[in-house]
Every structure is written in C-alpha cells, then in structure tokens.
C-alpha cells in the first residue's frame, strides 16, 4: 500500500482549533468515548457473526485493552471488533467526521454554552482525542478476508497520511494518542482505572488496564494478558429480569455503585420494553437525618454507558434524591438539555418512572404493611417532597400516606379522620416538637385526643399543600385551641368569672383572650393556646423580617386556667384579702409563665423576671 496523504477541506475557517477549544469540556471524556467506539466495533463484529457474514471459532473473548505507556507518552485503545478497511477509515474518519463538524458548527455556533451537552454529535466521538493529544494513530485490519491493514496519522486533526500498519496483524482497530505536554495525568494509571470506572463500568465488552512501564513493549504472553479480571461488570444487575435477582444481588449492587455500607431500604426494577426500552434500578437509601436528601444521585446510562448524574430532564427532579441507575437506549448519548426539555419520548419517561415509584410504594402498603410502616419515617420526607414538587404524584399516593400519631401508631389521613369524627371533624391536631408540646401531648392522651407528628423542616409546607388538596380538612397544631373539646359541660360554672376577673386584672394584655375548665388532670393550674391562624401569619412574617407587611402579626394567646387545680382553688379563695394580694400576684404570674414556657421558650426578659419570681417564691417557703 503506498503511502497516501491528504487535508480536509473545510469551508468554515480554523473550525478545528475552536471545536478543541469549546467542544469537550472535560478533558477525561475521549476516554468514555474511544472505549464507546471499541465497544460498538465489537457489537458489530458479534452482529455479523450472528447473521453468518462473519466467522468466530466460539471460544474469542471480545475485549477492549486499554494501554499506558511511560515511555512513549502514550495511551492506546485497542479493540478487536469489526475492524476498518483503508476505504472505510476514508469514509468514517476522514469524511463523515470532517463533514460532519462543520455542519456541527454551522448549527451549534451561536449555542457554546450547551458544548458540554452535545459531545458526539455528527460522528465527531473520535476526535475528543484530540483534545489530549498532539499526534493521533489508528492502526487497523478489516474482518473481511485478504484485507490490508491500515495506519491513519494525523497531528494536528485537519491533516492524515494513511499507510500499510507495520504493527496490526490481528483483526480489530488500536487507536494510540500521543499526549500534549498539558495531558500527561492520563499517563498516571490510578487516574484512568476512576475514568474507566466512572464512565465505562457497565459496558458490554471487557475492558481491560495496562501499564508498559517496566514491561517490555511486545506482549509475549497474550493469554497472560487477558486473565486478568476486567474492570467492567459486563452484564450489570438491571439488565436481568426482576424475578431473577436476588434481595443479595440488589444490595451488592447497590454498595458497588454507590460505594455505601448501608443497606437500601427497598428498590424498583424498571424493566420497560415498550413504548420505549427503559431498564434501571431506584433505591430508597436509609436516610441519617433529613438534610442527607441532597446526596442522592441517579446515574443515567445509555446502553450501559455513562451519560451523566442527575440529569433532571429526564429523572424527576425529587427522584434525584433516590440513588439509582437508568439505561435508557432511546435516548441520545449526547444530547443538549434543551432537546430533552422539548422531547416528547423524555417526557414520557419522566411520567413512567414516577408511576413505577407509586405502584411500588402502593404495592407495599397494601401487601407488606408492617414493613411500609417501618420504612415510613425515613421515605416520608422523600414522598412529601415529591407531591410538593408534582401533584400528580400526590394524585397516584395521597391513599398511601401515612402519620405517625402520638400513641406510635401509622394510620392514614381518611383513618385520622374517621377516628375523630365524633370529636372534631375535618380538623386534623399535629404536633411539631414532642418535647416542646409534652405537656400538650399528655392533655391530649387524658381526654382520649389524637394527634399526628409533623416535626420536619417540609411539613409547613406539606400542611398548606394538604389543606389545598383535600378541600375542607384543616390542620391545628396540638397548642391551638381546642377549648370545644376540652369542656366537660356546656354549663358556665359559677367561678368561671371570679377566676377570669382575677388573672385578667393581674395579667392584663399580656394574653389575648381568658378561659376557665374543669381540666381532668388537676396537676396542671393553666395551659396557653395559640390560634392557628395568628401563628402561621407570625411564623410568616418571620421569614421576611425586615419588611413591613403593614398588619399585625402577633400569636393571639388564650390563657386556659383549670378550675380543679389546688393553687387556683386558693388564690381565689383568697382574692379578697388584701394582705395577700402581693402573693396572689406573684403566684398568678408565675402561674401564666409556667404555661407559656410550656407552649415555646420564654423571651430573654420573660425568663429573667421568671427566674426572680421563682427564687423570691422558694424564699418565702424558706421563711415558713
């Protein structure tokens, strides 16, 4: 073969130097792509030898090696696939890529921004190599028989020779890349084996790790060569059919992955050939605490190579909280995000992943309740997040919702709802700080109350959404007021006023509103109440402090005073006597602020008046 040189006659000037400076953002990527293009090479050869067009003794091991040397400055990939002939490297090398670019350009000029979002396209996965490299080296041999093979150079990606190959006498393709000086962390073997593993660990041909350093530059032993275990997992766990995998398997894979020692709480299988082929694996991880929800990651995969992380055109955004891995071939492998905001099959997609989270989720609630039940506290944020994010989410698992109340139990809102009926209907009681709201929870259990634990940083949110969704249900937090259930008689009781007259003309404004009961533990003197509605416009004013709203925000206060406690009895039955008016004030002020720091923390000077008042109360019972 006689030596053949050319250049590429490219109409858009100097489109080469700009397509390496903006095409490939991250360096690392010729890597995914040279191994991508070997791994389709040998796909090829298999598909042929399939179809009887070409012949295989049944024994080959298809593999892709990919070489370090030191010496030479150098890393190869060598694969051996279908293999090139010097008229098909004319074709795909030299025509259709050169081509290809400049159509590239003229479409993608005026979008840069998108470069890191559109690697691949027109055929130019080649040429990353030459973001890396300063001479680039195709040594190729033809499947077909009697073919010649072939030596393609190029140092500068717009200028070739090609050439008989003095070195390629096995059928396949080895592309070598000769580094720029400001390339040479690929020549460091830890650095390539992550790249490998980051982009390459599931693809379907062996992939394979060496270093010529110290080694001579021949391989004599090749069989040596290829025992070697590969750095890929050729046939990953989402690819087998659910009913073939085992709980293990599901575990191993996930602590493979995701590099994780826990064990995820459960998982779905996707597993969709039609109306578009989707396969993968979502897992609910085992959350510490709630603010660990930003370390999910979904992998995305088209035909087991990695495409990217969290790619939320495609995953809804509250999956991303998940850990998982999605395969999805229908997808380009390299696709700008404004083509997967506007695709109609992406959408699809999107829509069929969220219906599999909620059949899963349904699937568990009604036939594994006690463990759905004990999964609850650590997916409930997730799931709550996810009906925020999109309400046809809810849509699909409002029914599947579950509280936990204060007796520990999980029950539905319709269960809720329908247990306390008779005593306050479409009114749904929350606590949001079990130790804050003790003294409210134990009122709540003596008069045979129930209430719902809300104590995350989303339930405010979930709240509103769920007083909007379900049209006529309202949510009061346990300290509000709940002076109707509370009665024991519709009768005013002949001390209600005397009692009310006393600590409002001791207490005065400092409460909004007064109420006397008969409370049926006597240990309590008085409990504050909060209305629901000043809480949350004072909760909301909080969160835009600094601006004046124009309205008052103040927590409107019902001091709630128990009839049956003993220190209650006696200051009003002391009231008209004036030598002990002293003391009934301090004991009916110690007696509000023993019940407002119940219901929240006292301000700093509240709580240095409280503190006085008690140490002047232990002196007076000194002095008895």
Same mark, same amino acid.
């Given at each position: 073969m006689a030596t053949q040189k050319g250049s590429i006659s490219i109409n858009t000037e100097n489109i080469f130097p700009i397509i390496k400076k903006w095409l490939y953002s991250d360096k690392d990527i010729f890597i995914r792509e040279l191994i991508s293009n070997g791994c389709d090479a040998v796909n090829k050869y298999k598909r042929l030898v399939t179809l009887g067009e070409?012949?295989?003794?049944?024994? %080959?091991?298809?593999?892709?090696i990919v070489t370090i040397d030191k010496d030479n400055e150098s890393i190869s990939f060598a694969d051996n696939g279908i293999g090139m002939s010097k008229e098909e490297v004319e074709k795909y090398i030299n025509q259709v890529a050169f081509s290809g670019a400049e159509d590239f350009f003229n479409k993608y000029k005026d979008k840069m921004e998108e470069s890191n979002d559109i690697i691949g396209h027109f055929g130019l996965g080649f040429y990353s190599s030459f973001m890396v490299s300063k001479k680039v080296q195709i040594d190729t041999l033809s499947y077909q028989g009697g073919s010649t093979p072939v030596r393609w150079t190029s140092e500068n990606g717009t200028e070739y020779e090609i050439s008989k190959s003095d070195t390629k006498?096995?059928?396949?393709?080895?592309?070598?890349?000769?580094?720029?000086?400001? @390339?040479? %962390?690929?020549?460091?073997?830890? %650095?390539? +084996?992550e790249i490998i593993d980051k982009y390459c660990s599931f693809l379907p041909v062996e992939i394979y790790l060496e270093s010529k350093e110290n080694k001579d530059e021949k391989v004599e032993n090749e069989e040596e060569q290829v025992e070697k275990s590969p750095l890929n997992d050729t046939t990953p766990l989402w690819l087998k059919s659910p009913s073939e995998c085992t709980d293990e398997e599901y575990k191993d894979f996930y602590r493979k992955v995701f590099k994780s020692f826990d064990e995820p709480l459960f998982w779905i299988h996707l597993n969709v050939d039609y109306p578009f082929n989707l396969k993968g694996i979502l897992y609910f991880p085992k959350l510490k605490n709630e603010f660990e929800l930003v370390e999910g990651k979904v992998k995305l995969y088209n035909n087991q190579v990695f495409?990217?992380?969290?790619?939320?055109?495609?995953?809804?955004?509250?999956?991303?909280?998940?850990?998982?891995?999605?395969?999805?071939?229908?997808?380009?492998?390299?696709?700008? +995000? @404004?083509f997967l905001q506007n695709?109609?099959?992406?959408?699809?997609?999107?829509?069929h992943i969220i219906k599999k989270v909620a059949d899963k989720l349904k699937l568990l609630f009604k036939n594994e309740r006690e463990e759905y039940n004990k999964f609850w506290d650590d997916i409930q944020v997730f799931i709550k997040y996810g009906c925020l994010k999109d309400e046809g989410f809810y849509d699909k698992i409002k029914d599947y919702i579950l509280f936990k109340d204060i007796n520990k139990e999980y029950i539905t809102l319709?269960?809720?709802?329908?247990?306390?009926?008779?005593?306050? %209907?479409?009114? *749904?009681?929350y606590v949001s700080d079990e130790v804050q709201q003790s003294q409210y929870i134990k009122l709540f259990k003596e008069y045979d109350l129930d209430a719902v634990i809300l104590n995350s940083s989303i339930d405010n949110h979930f709240i509103s959404f769920m007083e909007y969704k379900e049209q006529g249900v309202v949510f009061n937090r346990i300290d509000s007021d709940i002076s109707d259930v509370l009665k024991d008689t519709n009768e005013e009781q002949e001390d209600t006023?005397?009692?009310k007259d006393l600590f409002q003309s001791i207490i005065g404004d400092k409460v909004k509103d007064y109420s006397v009961e008969s409370l049926r533990?006597?240990?309590?003197?008085?409990?504050?109440? *909060? @209305?629901e509605q000043s809480r949350r416009m004072s909760e909301m004013k909080s969160q835009f402090a600094g601006m004046d709203l124009g309205m008052n925000f103040e927590e409107e206060k019902t001091l709630v005073?128990?009839?049956n406690n003993p220190i209650v009895k006696k200051i009003v039955s002391l009231k008209n006597d004036e030598s002990k008016k002293e003391d009934i004030d301090l004991i009916c002020n110690q007696v509000v602020d023993l019940a407002l720091l119940s219901n929240k923390e006292l301000s700093s000077e509240e709580l240095d008046s409280f503190i006085k008042r008690s140490n002047k109360l232990m002196s007076m019972i000194i002095s008895l």
């Open positions: 070409a012949k295989s003794n049944g024994e %080959e091991q298809y593999k892709i006498n096995e059928r396949g393709t080895t592309i070598t890349l000769f580094l720029e000086d400001d @390339s040479k %962390e690929f020549l460091n073997e830890y %650095e390539v +084996r495409i990217a992380d969290n790619i939320k055109e495609v995953i809804p955004e509250f999956l991303l909280l998940l850990k998982g891995v999605i395969d999805c071939p229908d997808l380009p492998l390299n696709v700008s +995000r @404004s695709d109609k099959d992406v959408s699809k997609i999107s829509k319709k269960d809720y709802l329908e247990k306390c009926k008779e005593k306050h %209907e479409n009114k *749904v009681f006023a005397d009692i533990n006597e240990d309590t003197p008085a409990i504050i109440l *909060v @209305s005073i128990n009839r």
